[in-house]
């Protein structure tokens, strides 16, 4: 059975950068988009990014307004692991990560499997 294993995560500081990775194991990837999600204590889960899968989608990248051009989202279908970039980060950036594969690439797109997400905590 396919599951996602989010690596990454800890403690940084305001403005400085992590990489989250999200690892398939079980079996090939088999959603159309992965996404990355965050929730942040208190508060639901909100959609960060998605990015297209298969060979002819690769190359799309849907972004949240308050990550746009802070956060990158890219994949590597051959290791089967998906990541997130995150630059410039601020407090409010603090919550849990979690990767996911979904059916499409839109925030509202039905999620097919949920890593067990990963806690990144930005420190002013």
């Known amino acids: 059975q396919e599951q996602l294993v989010e690596i990454g995560g800890g403690l940084v500081q305001a403005g400085g950068s992590t990489r989250l990775s999200c690892v398939v194991t079980?079996?090939?990837?088999?959603?159309?988009?992965m996404g990355w999600f965050r929730q942040a204590p208190g508060k639901e889960r909100e959609f960060i990014a998605t990015?297209?899968?298969?060979?002819?989608?690769?190359?799309?990248?849907l972004y949240a307004d308050h990550v746009k051009g802070r956060f990158a989202i890219s994949r590597d279908s051959a290791k089967n692991t998906g990541y997130l970039e995150m630059n410039s980060l601020k407090p409010e950036d603090t919550g849990v990560y979690y990767c996911?594969?979904?059916?499409?690439?839109?925030?509202?797109?039905?999620?097919?499997?949920w890593g067990q997400g990963t806690q990144v905590t930005v420190s002013s």
């Open positions: 996911a594969g979904l059916q499409g690439l839109l925030a509202t797109s039905k999620v097919n499997y």
């Open positions: 990015i297209g899968w298969s060979d002819w989608t690769s190359g799309i990248r």
């Open positions: 079980g079996s090939n990837f088999s959603s159309y988009a």
